[in-house]
T-cell receptor, first 112, second 113 residues
Framework: AQSVTQLGSHVSVSEGALVLLRCNYS??????LFWYVQYPNQGLQLLLK??????LVKGINGFEAEFKKSETSFHLTKPSAHMSDAAEYFC??????????FGTGTRLTVIP | EAQVTQNPRYLITVTGKKLTVTCSQN?????MSWYRQDPGLGLRQIYY???????DKGDVPEGYKVSRKEKRNFPLILESPSPNQTSLYFC????????????FGPGTRLLVL
């Protein structure tokens, strides 16, 4: 069974608009959730992670995510999109002692 | 500079010809891992290592081998590559385990003919 599901393989927003990337997790996974970003032709970079300390997690580059147990969601948001945010974003969950399960990714396009 | 390096970055080979993709990190991390990235499938973990001489299977280990003889190196070995192993491969390292931040290499694009 899938551990995380990302809704929407492609998302387009205008520069300055709200960015919302959706991720839902299986209720069976341990409470370790991550968002990674992949810029073109690069490896992945950690944006933020949830480890049960606080439900609202702030990350780098103005991104944040809220852990909602009632909705089994961990959506990524940014109030105002910048051209440099164009990238592919991956939600991930710790599924075992040292097993990280990645979602299928969401490609974000920012329109000038 | 703290980094994870992979070599080669690009490789074209033929079915059955053994190959090794090297991975090295200079951050003294205990944890290292290999992933493959395929369109529409995201990243899938192949193998990981908690420390020297300690390795374990990820989600898609078939057709791959790894070794961890030194802390800094974690090579990925394809003994007999097949076309379905054509993919983009990433090595990553982190302190402790997968719950910690992982630092990714630049990737190796492999084409098996």
């Amino acid at each position: 069974a899938q551990s995380v599901t990302q809704l929407g393989s492609h998302v387009s927003v205008s520069e300055g608009a709200l960015v919302l990337l959706r991720c839902n997790y299986s209720s069976s996974v341990p409470p370790y959730l991550f968002w990674y970003v992949q810029y073109p032709n690069q490896g992945l970079q950690l944006l933020l992670k949830y480890t049960s300390a606080a439900t609202l997690v702030k990350g780098i580059n103005g991104f944040e995510a809220e852990f909602k147990k009632s909705e089994t969601s961990f959506h990524l948001t940014k109030p105002s999109a910048h051209m440099s945010d164009a990238a592919e974003y991956f939600c991930a969950a710790l599924t075992g002692a040292n097993n990280l399960f990645f979602g299928t990714g969401t490609r974000l396009t920012v329109i000038p | 500079e703290a980094q994870v390096t992979q070599n080669p970055r690009y490789l074209i080979t033929v079915t059955g010809k053994k190959l090794t993709v090297t991975c090295s990190q200079n951050m003294n991390h205990e944890y290292m891992s290999w992933y493959r990235q395929d369109p529409g499938l995201g990243l899938r973990q192949i193998y990981y290592s908690m420390n020297v001489e300690v390795t374990d299977k990820g989600d898609v280990p078939e057709g791959y081998k790894v070794s961890r003889k030194e802390k800094r190196n974690f090579p990925l070995i394809l003994e007999s590559p097949s076309p379905n192993q054509t993919s983009l491969y990433f090595c990553a390292s982190g302190r402790g385990g997968a719950w910690e931040t992982q630092y990714f290499g630049p990737g190796t694009r492999l084409l098996v003919l």
